[in-house]
């Protein structure tokens, strides 16, 4: 049987969907017209007909692929073994990128063009587009006339490589499901590259290792961790040494680096190098941009700013109080922030649920579409993002309606904050006695001691028994919430504790109020000291005026030392403006061992100082915060809130023009509805 590649995508669609399809969605999905998917259907109707398989039509609704469940599965097996695939240009690069690295000897182009069922010229055009790509890996692409193609370069950058080209091309459900044969050939290829088969081994060192510093670190940071742990030991097992460092330093050894290798030297039978130990020793690495005496991240502010704007255009477009929702600023500032990251660097945005997006929210699709367009214009904002941020405004909009909950549940969500509020929301409406109690990651989970929840729900594959967690779709369908009804009944109500569980619940009821009590008294220690200062001289410099505004901080005794403070001020300074965009103010911060308590105050100057030579900005509204080289989490995160409260307009009005009173009214509101969201 042979298949064209989009013979294969309508299959898959059709395979993987449940309810009705429309050729539109179809056309949509594979960028197509419709009248050419109409084409293909009529040519695929004739090949499932002869595996006893057929496509209902229905009229108004779609297409449907009508099959007994065995007939199905043994169809999509034979699909495996014999479909002749017609790889996408994108995906036939990726496949030679995985021969190449694979590959110790050059490998002719008739051997690619054969694997890949394509003419040779076709795998010397290709070559040609993946030179500037191998270029900025630090590689080298070398081609030779009768010597073939091969890769030139480090191991470490071959590693780096297969790193990124998992990063495009595989997501957590295929990182950590179960089964590579329901994957595309490509997947597959690269699940092979990275060495998928020891996952749950590193996995598992990992998490022994983990009390030594790993649990600092992101969701996003242990993923990338683990991929290139698992690729180390793939390349290793392959006979693909890394190379001995040629530069001279000596190795920290630490109880992380030691328990890891330990751990690692236990569940997989490899020997470590030297040299391998010193590249395990840099993944192991915190790989921070933060400076040390920082005390908010650097790019927090425009950040939020993208994120105001974003939410402002958003209102002027749909008559909905976006503003008014924190956990929706909280989502998107957390989304924004890494998908923007990814977008710069050129990776590849995947949303698997983009079509069926486009058809249940397309008003909103379109909305979110002409604000993004309008709010971030630096770098092109793919469709996919856009059903992301969908997904967060939508739970925005369903949020307006609360709904009593009795099942304690766990969400894991590894698209997003709104992704998994969005399949809250829904689940509420389905089945309001589900409670969601928290939301976790695809680590997280596996950690999480049984007796605190009912019910784990997650929208990909999790490394867990199938007993212990049920997998559904963020839409969540009408035959998944019927579904999840079983699994409650058949599982979840079987589960619940008696009055154990009840102690439990005071328990966790104890620690809530502990936690609270927590962020009070933060919110107390900086508000209740909050002063505003009235500094009439005239500076020359901006050295000068920190000096003075540090010597009044002095008097209060949050520090014992004026210069110190300063220089470290300058220090920040020097690494970006401290300018808060389109306001007139600047905001000061930095954190140190000789701040005895965090501070926040503000300075109005007499005279405009000028901060930012290159543009001409000036100020005259300075706000100083300051905090202990070693703050709680719940002060750092009270203090990242004032901070954005910065960009919101009545707040900047009250900076310039309000009285001591008056601002501090308004940060006591705002902390208020913040510590709501904690309860």
Same mark, same amino acid.
């Given at each position: ?59 108004? %609704? ?23 695939? &017609? ?29 890949? !069922?394509?003419?040779?010229? +076709? ?12 270029? %900025? ?20 950058? #071959? ?18 499901? #179960? ?16 060495? %998928? ?25 242990? +993923? ?33 680096? =030691? ?13 470590? +190098? /030297?040299? &391998? ?34 939410i402002r255009n958003m209102e002027s477009s749909i008559a909905v109080r976006f503003s008014d929702d924190r956990s929706l600023r909280e989502g998107l500032l957390s989304h924004l922030e890494s998908a923007l990251t990814r977008l710069q660097e050129g990776a590849t945005i995947r949303n698997p649920l983009l079509s069926q997006? #486009? ?7 379109? !909305? ?45 969500? =590894? ?35 049984? %007796? ?26 009408? &035959? ?50 909050? /002063? ?12 000068? =005026? ?100 910065l960009l919101i307009p009545e707040m900047i009005e009250l900076l310039k023009s309000g009285t001591q009173s008056e601002i501090k009214h308004y940060l006591s509101q705002e902390l208020a509805a913040f510590l709501e969201n904690k309860k």
């Amino acid at each position: 049987m042979s298949l064209s590649n989009r013979n294969r995508q309508i299959l898959e669609l059709l395979m993987n969907r449940t309810d009705d399809i429309t050729a539109g969605e179809i056309a949509a999905e594979i960028n197509v017209s419709t009248r050419t998917v109409h084409r293909e259907l009529s040519e695929l109707e004739s090949i499932l007909a002869a595996y006893g398989l057929a496509l209902q039509k229905k009229s108004g %609704k779609g297409i449907q692929l009508q099959a007994e469940p065995e007939q199905l599965e043994a169809f999509r097996r034979l699909l495996v073994g014999m479909m002749a695939i &017609e790889y996408s240009p994108e995906d036939r690069r990726t496949m030679i990128l995985c021969t190449l690295l694979q590959e110790d000897e050059p490998v002719k182009l008739f051997a690619l063009s054969h694997d890949l !069922a394509v003419t040779v010229p +076709t795998i010397t055009n290709d070559l040609d587009e993946l030179e500037n790509w191998v270029k %900025k890996a630090n590689l080298i692409l070398v081609r030779k006339r009768g010597y073939g193609v091969g890769l030139s370069g480090s191991e470490a950058n #071959k590693r780096r490589m297969i790193a990124m080209l998992a990063k495009n091309g595989l997501d957590e459900s295929d990182l950590f499901g #179960k089964s590579m044969n329901s994957h595309s050939p490509v997947k597959q290829r690269l699940l092979e590259l990275i060495g %998928k088969e020891n996952f749950t081994k590193v996995e598992a060192a990992l998490w022994l290792a983990e009390d030594e510093g790993l649990s600092e670190l992101s969701e996003q940071g242990y +993923t990338n961790l683990l991929i290139n742990m698992s690729i180390t030991i793939a390349r290793i097992q392959q006979g693909k040494p890394i190379e001995l460092h040629p530069e001279p330093y000596s190795l920290r050894h630490n109880k992380l680096l =030691t328990h890891t290798i330990e751990h690692l030297s236990k569940v997989i039978p490899i020997e470590l +190098t /030297t040299a &391998e130990i010193f590249y395990i020793a840099e993944l192991l690495e915190p790989k921070s941009h933060t400076h040390p005496n920082l005390l908010l991240p650097m790019e927090e502010l425009s950040y939020m700013e993208i994120v105001w704007k974003l939410i402002r255009n958003m209102e002027s477009s749909i008559a909905v109080r976006f503003s008014d929702d924190r956990s929706l600023r909280e989502g998107l500032l957390s989304h924004l922030e890494s998908a923007l990251t990814r977008l710069q660097e050129g990776a590849t945005i995947r949303n698997p649920l983009l079509s069926q997006i #486009k058809k249940d929210y397309e008003a909103l699709f379109d !909305a979110i579409r002409r604000a993004v367009d309008k709010t971030i214009i630096e770098i092109a904002v793919p469709d996919e993002e856009i059903g992301f941020l969908v997904m967060h405004f939508g739970a925005s909009i369903e949020r307006q309606k609360q709904f009593r909950r009795n099942v304690k549940a766990i969400l894991v969500c =590894t698209s997003g904050i709104g992704t998994s509020k969005m399949l809250a929301v829904r689940l509420t409406k389905e089945l309001p006695q589900i409670n969601i109690i928290g939301h976790a990651s695809w680590f997280e989970a596996a950690r999480i001691p049984e %007796k605190e929840y009912d019910l784990i729900i997650s929208t990909v594959d999790l490394p867990l028994e199938e007993d212990q967690y049920i997998k559904l779709s963020p839409l969540l369908t009408k &035959e998944e919430a019927e579904r999840l009804r079983l699994f409650i009944q058949n599982v979840t109500l079987q589960k619940e504790a008696g009055e154990s569980g009840e102690s439990g619940q005071d328990a966790d009821s104890t620690e809530k109020l502990h936690r609270i009590q927590h962020y009070v008294n933060e919110i107390v220690s900086i508000i209740d000291p909050f /002063t505003v200062y009235r500094i009439e001289q005239s500076f020359h410099s901006l050295r000068e =005026t920190l000096e003075v505004i540090c010597e009044y901080v002095r008097r209060t005794g949050v520090i014992d030392e004026v210069e110190p403070i300063v220089n470290l001020l300058l220090e920040r300074e020097r690494l970006s403006s401290q300018l808060i965009p389109d306001t007139g103010l600047a905001l000061f911060h930095i954190r140190s061992e000789q701040v005895r308590k965090p501070s926040f105050s503000l300075f109005q100057l007499e005279e405009d100082l000028l901060l930012d030579h290159e543009t001409a900005s000036e100020v005259r509204q300075l706000l100083l915060m300051l905090g202990p080289k070693e703050l709680s989490k719940e002060s750092l995160e009270v203090l990242s809130e004032i901070s954005s409260f910065l960009l919101i307009p009545e707040m900047i009005e009250l900076l310039k023009s309000g009285t001591q009173s008056e601002i501090k009214h308004y940060l006591s509101q705002e902390l208020a509805a913040f510590l709501e969201n904690k309860k």
